[in-house]
Nanobody, 123 residues
Framework: QVQLVESGGAMVQAGGSLRLSCATS????????MGWFRQAPGKEREFVAY????????SYADSVKGRFTISRDDAKNTVYLQMNSLKPEDTAVYYC????????????????WGQGTQVTVSS
């Protein structure tokens, strides 16, 4: 079945950087818009970024604009999230997800999800 596996989460100091990866299998990757979401303790899962199947459309949450960059490598069936200038409020479990939807900023549009990777930013 379709699998999405995140990696790269870690504990880092404020101001630091991390790059998350999400490797997919059994997915026609080039046909799916890929997104990143995050969920902090006691909070709902929130949209972080997405990049459309043909890379023509990219969107970021206001809270991460200018600091995070989503990219995809269709040859490797992998999506990345480069996170710079990390803040303590970025602490969360980060999930990648795949969707064929035209409105990919809501989690309910996504059909496939990874298991998540923990990012902890200390002050």
């Amino acid at each position: 079945q379709v699998q999405l596996v995140e990696s790269g989460g870690a504990m880092v100091q404020a101001g630091g950087s991390l790059r998350l990866s999400c490797a997919t299998s059994k997915l026609t990757f080039s046909r799916y818009t890929m997104g990143w979401f995050r969920q902090a303790p006691g909070k709902e899962r929130e949209f972080v970024a997405y990049k459309s199947w043909n890379s023509s459309s990219v969107s970021y949450a206001d809270s991460v604009k200018g600091r995070f960059t989503i990219s995809r490598d269709d040859a490797k069936n992998t999506v990345y999230l480069q996170m710079n200038s990390l803040k303590p409020e970025d602490t969360a479990v980060y999930y990648c997800a795949a969707t064929g939807s035209l409105s990919p900023t809501t989690q309910y549009a996504y059909a496939y999800w990874g298991q998540g990777t923990q990012v902890t930013v200390s002050s």
